[in-house]
Nanobody, 116 residues
């Protein structure tokens, strides 16, 4: 069974930065496009960014120019560098395949809280 473990969240002031990490166990990582998703309080989960196995990236309009997704295929890891954070970035962040999340169960996610 594939396992997703997210980490790296925390409390940061507006304008600050965080780097999220997702560790993926299981044999599908190297052939899968991956994505970061987030679920703000009282809202639905949304796709933030995706990266193909070859490193091609795509971003949601709200994070374009501030967030950078990357991956290390040798380590089965996906990263999300988040700069210039805003209070509206506050959410629980998750990784999964992208742009369609196919892996179940989801990981526990990592909480990002941005104070104004």
């Amino acid at each position: 069974q594939v396992q997703l473990v997210e980490s790296g969240g925390g409390l940061v002031q507006a304008g600050g930065s965080l780097r999220l990490t997702c560790a993926v166990s299981g044999g599908i990582f190297s052939i899968s496009a991956m994505g970061w998703y987030r679920q703000p309080p009282r809202k639905q989960r949304e796709l933030v960014a995706t990266i193909t196995r070859d490193g091609h990236t795509n971003y949601g309009d709200s994070v374009k120019g501030r967030f950078t997704i990357s991956r290390d295929n040798a380590k089965n890891m996906v990263y999300l560098q988040m700069n210039s954070l805003k209070p509206e970035d506050t959410a629980v962040y998750y990784c999964n395949t992208g742009p369609v999340p196919l892996l179940n169960p989801w990981g526990q996610g990592t909480q990002v809280t941005v104070s104004s």
